[in-house]
């Protein structure tokens, strides 16, 4: 079965510091990627997606993820870190069994120093 | 404006109460879903529909019932309410043609007393 790892629960960096989240899945075929993020009390919004070709893919925001087989990762980056970046983060795979569900990490919360 | 919208924001009521958590969206999306989000952050699905008289559960088990009479419309229902209920519940629509290309609404967050 196709699952998500997001190994950090919580992350801290400081105002223009640098970013990387980590997630792993476990998936069989070439996986559908997504990561998304969730501000209090709010849905989840779409960062970007990965479904095939470059393996690195930018999104909203200024993020950015790099898809890497070898070590079954689609770690999420940014340069600088703003301090409304401050949220939950979601990284997902689509399902396998073409019933378009969206699988789901338990999630990294990011709090930003000023 | 095209979205999807959740209606309560934020519900408190009280055990064996009979609820329902409205979910719609104007974008003439086919599949729709609902999420229950654990006070841990974690997201578990629920209900999911292909279409109009189209429901299935998802892979979390849920007490909760779903129905599916209008395209634009998926509300979620709870007969009797119990504090194992509290959670946030997220709904998600996409359409046909958009692999996965999902939206969320705001949410419900429900609290049983």
């Known amino acids: 079965a196709q699952s998500v790892t997001q190994p950090d629960i919580h992350i801290t960096v400081s105002e223009g510091a640098s970013l990387e989240l980590r997630c792993n899945y476990s998936y069989g075929a070439t996986p559908y990627l997504f990561w998304y993020v969730q501000s209090p009390g709010q849905g989840l919004q779409l960062l970007l997606k990965y479904f095939s070709g470059d393996t690195l893919v930018q999104g909203i925001k200024g993020f950015e993820a790099e898809f890497k087989r070898s070590q079954s990762s689609f770690n999420l980056r940014k340069p600088s870190v703003h301090w409304s970046d401050a949220a939950e983060y979601f990284c997902a795979v689509g399902a396998s069994d073409s019933s378009y569900k969206l699988i789901f990490g338990s999630g990294t919360r990011l709090l930003v120093r000023p | 404006e095209a979205d999807i919208y959740q209606t309560p924001r934020y519900l408190v009521i009280g055990t064996g109460k009979k609820i329902t958590l409205e979910c719609s969206q104007t974008m003439g999306h086919d599949k729709m879903y609902w999420y229950q989000q654990d006070p841990g952050m974690e997201l578990h699905l629920i209900h999911y529909s292909y279409g109009v008289n189209s429901t299935e559960k998802g892979d979390l088990s849920s007490e909760s019932t779903v129905s599916r009479i209008r395209t634009e419309h998926f509300p979620l229902t709870l007969e009797s309410a119990r504090p194992s209920h509290t959670s946030q519940y997220l709904c998600?629509?996409?359409?046909?043609?958009?692999?996965?290309?999902?939206?969320f609404g705001s949410g419900t967050r429900l609290t049983v007393v």
């Open positions: 998600a629509s996409s359409e046909t043609g958009s692999v996965y290309g999902y939206t």
